[in-house]
């Protein structure tokens, strides 16, 4: 058996598999990063905004009260590591589109358990938007410019780690003993972070994966709204350069990465409703989210192949998910520290 020794091999260089690479890297893990690089990839496409309220039922994301006061701590502390910037704290706006919603809202945000998060009922008129039906100030928001964030990552991993532009090809990877051979690699462990790539993977396809494709608009505005993250039944977040990106569709199933007139004009139709400045298009993208049945991630080991990882799954939170997620998957691979069961893929019979 030869070939040149590391510890894992990471498959896929998006959120998931950077931030996993950034955590195995400060435990004294040698990492091999294959990604096959595509501007289409979500973690390039996503506005990476973290808002703690499901608007459904306006409660409390998933695991809320866990991931919230992680999310800060753990992304200023890359921001020195990297020395970059990328993580924007900012206030939320949930602009209520009808009566009935802002009454809903203002019945949630006067309850114990939410007015930590959501401020009181507002009728004050906010500066560019038109909607007469009120606000909710949200707090504890955020933004993550994911594509600054990769890159700096990627610049201070290329000095520490093998990092190859290719795609994997899974019929390639042999066990060896008790190690797994990719071309010239030999690892203990293989960690697919493929995102929506899953799908091509034999040993993880059949976890229920949902693609969701969406599309994301720059937007240029004729004078400035004052930075916050604003919703509707749509929603607006500054880029950081001046621009403001607007947002989403949900295209369950589609995996088609073109994006359609037809969607940009929708959606800049649903904006002009709530907003009174006016705008233009500069750019239209469209991505695929790895979303997944019940909306939980997927983290662990393949059942009977060992030393075979996936760590995926993270829907349309990946910016909320891995200050959280990073972590505990490196410590189960680096430890054997359980993986939240929540998330742990043992609760599937594959
Ligand atoms: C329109 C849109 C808006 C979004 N907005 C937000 C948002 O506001 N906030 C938020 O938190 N999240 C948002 N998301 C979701 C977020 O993008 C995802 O949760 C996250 O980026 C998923 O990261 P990932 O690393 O799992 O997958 P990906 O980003 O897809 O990365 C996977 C990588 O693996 C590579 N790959 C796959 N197969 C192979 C192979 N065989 N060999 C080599 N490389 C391979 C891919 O090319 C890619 O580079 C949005 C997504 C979309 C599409």
Redo the contacts with the bound molecule.
């Keep these: 058996m030869g070939g040149e020794k590391t510890d894992y091999i990471i498959?896929?260089?998006?959120?998931?598999?950077i931030s996993l690479a950034l955590e195995l890297l400060v435990r004294g893990k040698n990492i091999v990063l294959?990604?096959?690089?595509?501007p289409s990839?979500?973690?390039?496409?996503?506005?990476?905004?973290?808002h703690p309220i499901v608007p459904k039922g306006v409660r409390l994301t998933w695991m809320g009260e866990t991931i919230f006061p992680l999310i800060p701590v753990w992304y200023r502390e890359w921001e020195t590591r990297l020395s970059a910037s990328f993580y924007q704290t900012m206030e939320g706006f949930q602009i209520h589109p009808n009566a009935e919603t802002a009454a809903f809202w203002q019945q949630r945000a006067s309850s114990t358990e939410m007015n930590v998060w959501i401020a009181p009922f507002s009728r004050e008129s906010l500066p560019g938007i038109s909607a007469q039906q009120g606000h909710n100030a949200i707090h504890h928001c955020a933004r993550l410019d994911?594509n600054t964030f990769l890159n700096a990552a990627l610049l201070w991993l290329k000095e520490k780690i093998i990092i190859e532009c290719?795609?994997?090809e899974h019929a390639s990877l042999k066990k060896q003993g008790q190690q797994w051979q990719y071309g010239k690699y030999r690892a203990d462990g293989i960690v697919f972070?493929?995102?929506?790539?899953v799908l091509?993977n034999p040993w993880f396809h059949k976890l229920h994966f949902h693609p969701t494709a969406?599309?994301?608009l720059t937007l240029k505005f004729d004078k400035d709204l004052p930075q916050a993250l604003y919703k509707n039944r749509s929603w607006l977040v500054p880029d950081g350069k001046g621009n403001w990106l607007a947002?989403?569709t949900f295209h369950k199933g589609s995996r088609n990465t073109t994006p359609v007139s037809e969607d940009a004009e929708k959606l800049m139709e649903q904006i002009r409703s709530w907003t009174n400045i006016p705008f233009f298009m500069l750019h239209h993208r469209?991505?695929?989210?790895?979303t997944v049945e019940g909306r939980r991630p997927y983290l662990g080991e393949h059942p009977k192949d060992a030393g075979l990882f996936i760590y995926?799954g993270?829907?349309?939170?990946?910016?909320?998910l891995i200050p959280w997620l990073s972590p505990m998957m490196a410590d189960f691979l680096c430890n054997g520290k359980t993986l939240n069961s929540e998330v742990d893929i043992s609760r599937f019979d594959l």
């Design positions: 498959v896929g260089g998006g959120l998931a598999g294959l990604d096959n690089p595509e990839a979500s973690s390039r496409i996503a506005a990476g905004i973290i994911t290719c795609m994997f972070c493929e995102g929506i790539g091509e969406g599309d994301i947002g989403s469209r991505g695929i989210r790895p995926n993270l829907g349309s939170k990946g910016s909320s």
